[in-house]
Structure formats: C-alpha cells, structure tokens
C-alpha cells in the first residue's frame, strides 16, 4: 500500500503581512502532481491544516477544492486537526464525507477506532489522533495519573487496544523529543510539549505533524515530512518535499521524498546597498519573484532603503543591518539581559542549549542549594 504523507497546510497563513494563499494554491497543485505521478492509495494530512482556529473564507474554499480533486482521484483520505485549527471545524461534516473516502478525525473524546484497509499483504489500520494536551486526555481518565504529554500519549494510545501482528499507522500532531524546530512554529516553554518517542512502538508508521522541517525522530518509520512551503527565513535552506510511504508485508515498509518547488522561494540576501543594486542592474537578478530578506551592512543607514530595494526586489519582505552599530547593540543587550537574570536562570538557560532538554526539578533544588552554600562561604570568608 502506497501512501502520500503531507502536513502543516497552514493554509491562510500570512508571513510578514504576506499573503501566502496563492502559494499555497500553487502548491497544493503541485502536491497533486506528485501523487498523479505516484498513484498512492491513501493521503495522510497530519495536521495545521489551517493557520488559525477560525480560517479565512478563502483559506476554507481552497481546503475544499483540494479534497474534492483527492476524491475524485478515488483516494482514502485521512486528516486530522492540529494544534493551530479548531478540532470542531476539522470534524465537521466527517460522517457525511467518509462516504466519499474522506476521514476525518472527531474531537477527541477518548477512544480512536481502526480505520482498515486491505491490500495484497492483507489489512492496514489507520488510527487518527489529532492534537491534544494532558487535560483532554485526563477528561476521559480520571483514575490515571497524567502528568505531561508522554502520559497522555501514552494514556490515548493505551486505550486504542492495538493489535501487534498487524499493520498499524498512526497519524498524529506532537512535538516527539529530539526533533529539530524552526522559528515559524509555536514552542511550549521549557519544552513541556516533548513527547517520548517510545509511546508509538506498537505502529509501523506514525505520519507526524507539527514540525516543519522533514525528518525522522528516533526511528526512520516516526517521521515529520514538513511543511509544503517555507513559513520563516529560519527555514530558508530547507528543502520542502513530500513523503512517500510504502507498505509491503509487516516489518517491510520503504520512504522516499518528492522534492516540491515553490511558486516564490523564500531567500535571504546579505552586502551593501550597492551591491545588492548594482548586481541587480548589471546582471539581472533571480530573486525579482521571490520572498526576500535583505540583510544591509552599510555603516550608515540608508534612506528609505525598503522603498527603493522594493523596486528590484517587489517581495522584500524583511529588512535589517548589520554592522558595528547593530553589533554593539546587540552586545549591550545581552549584556543587560545577563545581569537582570540569577545565577540559577542562567544555569538552566546553559543546561538547556547543552542537553536541549530543561533541568529537572531534583536539579534545579541541588544547584540552588551549592549556589547559596557558595555565596554562605563567601560572606564568611569576609
């Protein structure tokens, strides 16, 4: 069984008071191309479909003329909310659209039923968990100690009763813990979202969401296949593609990725002002189309500098400096964010860049006490 594995939509999404919505039409045009090409069996949309809970009118139409062309294709769709859409707008209608292939996921309410689907190699089953917090899951099971998202993944996936000697896919929206973030995607403070990739051992494969860089997080078969286009210049040197998954008999699963193109690339530009006109004037310019951040490193500021790069560059979308001036800046302001801060939030600020994960609270205790055992020493020695 051959499968097409995309997410975060984003659908509506606005970068830098862009509107990426014809991007996004283009795209999502290319994405058909792939799976013409391909000729999958099923699409998974592990979440972000939209880029807010309540969509624009233009964002909707256009998730609603991508899923009629998917079934139209005779295709088995599988879509589920995520941490950006609104669970009750993604389901609606769900019952009505399965006649036509389309599942999507319900509002959690703490059961997930197997979706099957045969193949040469026998059954397939599709479970679809869209995004949720510990406190939708401690709804539903009061009597289990939930304290953080691994438990409750652990807590919801438990209750699905999964049968090991079948082919199981899981998709879901999470941030699984070792996976590499990028600035366009919301972040939970001291990383309280992290999710132990463990909990999803009994599936074959888990199409994740939430994540917009692709990449596999523990095991090749736990994958983010990213975003369809680039949301941030964080993402800048990434390579937008989407996955392919293919199941063969149990324990045999291949991927490979389909590299997509975007109708305006999104690109960061860096020199003086002078050179950034002149190589435009004298030998043209490949970015006149694309999303551009201008990075200027002339000392002196320069007048109305957005206006008049706008006139090579029409998508210049963000404009900065660097030179001695942002430099020392930059410099000043560390420095007074140092001093504002205790030893101990500093600590914890090293901890967490070193181990990319925040220290424990056992850890926390231990250090404040060796720091106020040291500064006891201190005021004796005086």
Not at 159 to 176: C, G, I, K, P, Y
């Amino acid at each position: 069984m051959k499968l097409i594995h995309i997410s975060d939509l984003h659908l509506g999404k606005r970068v830098n008071e862009f509107s990426m919505l014809q991007d996004q039409q283009y795209i999502l045009t290319e994405i058909l191309k792939v799976i013409d090409a391909e000729q999958p069996q099923g699409v998974l949309i592990a979440g972000d479909v939209y880029d807010k809970p309540v969509p624009p009118a233009e964002a909707v139409a256009l998730l609603d003329d991508f899923l009629v062309e998917l079934s139209k294709r005779k295709l088995q769709v599988f879509m589920i909310s995520g941490n950006h859409d609104s669970p009750e707008r993604i389901a609606f209608g769900g019952r009505l659209m399965e006649q036509s292939g389309i599942h999507l996921a319900p509002v959690y309410h703490g059961t997930v039923a197997p979706i099957p689907l045969t193949d040469e190699y026998g059954e397939v089953n599709f479970y679809l968990l869209p995004f949720v917090k510990p406190a939708h899951v401690r709804r539903f099971f009061p009597e289990e100690e939930i304290s953080g998202y691994t438990n409750a993944l652990a807590t919801a996936i438990g209750a699905m009763e999964v049968d090991a000697t079948s082919r199981n896919v899981l998709v879901t929206h999470q941030f699984v813990t070792g996976a590499a973030r990028c600035d366009s995607e919301e972040i939970s403070v001291g990383g309280s979202d992290n999710v132990d990739v463990a909990v999803f051992d009994t599936f074959d494969y888990v199409a994740l969401g939430h994540i917009h860089g692709p990449q596999q997080v523990g095991r090749e078969t736990v994958r983010y296949c990213g975003t369809p286009l680039k949301y941030s210049f964080s993402e800048a040197n990434h390579q937008k593609s989407v996955t392919v998954v293919e199941l063969k008999e149990k324990g045999n699963i291949f991927l490979h990725t389909v590299p997509l193109v975007p109708l305006r690339d999104l690109v960061e530009l860096r020199g003086s002002y002078e050179s950034l006109t002149l190589r435009s004037f004298y030998q043209g310019t490949s970015y006149q189309k694309d999303y551009v951040h201008i990075t200027l490193t002339d000392e002196d500021d320069i007048p109305d500098a957005v206006a008049k790069l706008r006139v090579i560059y029409p998508n210049l979308m963000k404009l900065d400096y660097d030179n001695k001036r942002t430099q020392c800046e930059t410099l000043l302001e560390a420095a007074q964010d140092i001093q504002q801060k205790s030893p101990l939030e500093l600590l914890q600020e090293f901890y967490q860049k070193q181990n990319g994960q925040p220290m424990k609270e056992i850890q926390q205790t231990f250090v404040q006490d060796l720091i106020e055992s040291i500064w006891e020493d201190e005021e004796c020695d005086h």
